[in-house]
């Protein structure tokens, strides 16, 4: 069964999470082996700005699965508004946000001071104090993962 990418994108904002999550994982999938959803870039910078936070996350993930693909260099203009959101208002839309910013670095490298400088910058004291160890561990680990490429 190939996968319509086009219907699959559309579950992305489906109301019930979990049919919105099994799209993503599809989409995630075909990502990794094919330029197809490279194709939505656009929709996926404005999934960004989305009020709803799991649409925001899915936009962040599918972006960064899509970076080996970004000939046209959609992602170098939409990479302020991407690293905004390592401080997302939702902490665990801003953690998944760090923890896929490797994958950008690695196949964007000229992207990768960018990533750093906004990661080093990034203010984490707008959170819980529960959180901004979390969030804290987070980007240390992105930021050696990053070293190493």
Same mark, same amino acid.
Do not use: A, G, P, T
């Given at each position: 069964m190939s996968l319509n990418i086009a219907e699959t994108f559309e579950l992305l904002f489906d109301k019930n999470n979990n049919v919105a999550y099994k799209a993503l994982q599809e989409l995630q999938k075909e990502s990794i082996e094919t330029d197809c959803v490279y194709l939505y870039m656009d929709r996926l910078s404005d999934m960004l700005d989305s009020d709803n936070s799991y649409i925001r996350t899915r936009g962040l993930t599918l972006i960064a699965y899509n970076a080996?693909?970004?000939?046209? +260099? @959609?992602?170098?203009?939409?990479?302020?508004?991407?690293?905004?959101?390592?401080t997302d208002v939702k902490p665990i839309t801003a953690r998944q946000c760090i923890k896929l910013l490797p994958i950008i670095a690695k196949d964007k490298p000229e992207l990768k001071n960018d990533i750093v400088s906004a990661l080093h910058k990034a203010n984490i004291g707008i959170y819980d104090d529960s959180?901004?160890?979390?969030? +804290? @561990?987070?980007i240390q680990k992105t930021l050696k993962e990053i070293e190493k490429l």
């Open positions: 080996r693909w970004d000939k046209d +260099y @959609k992602i170098d203009e939409i990479i302020d508004n991407y690293l905004k959101h390592i959180m901004q160890s979390l969030v +804290y @561990k987070d």
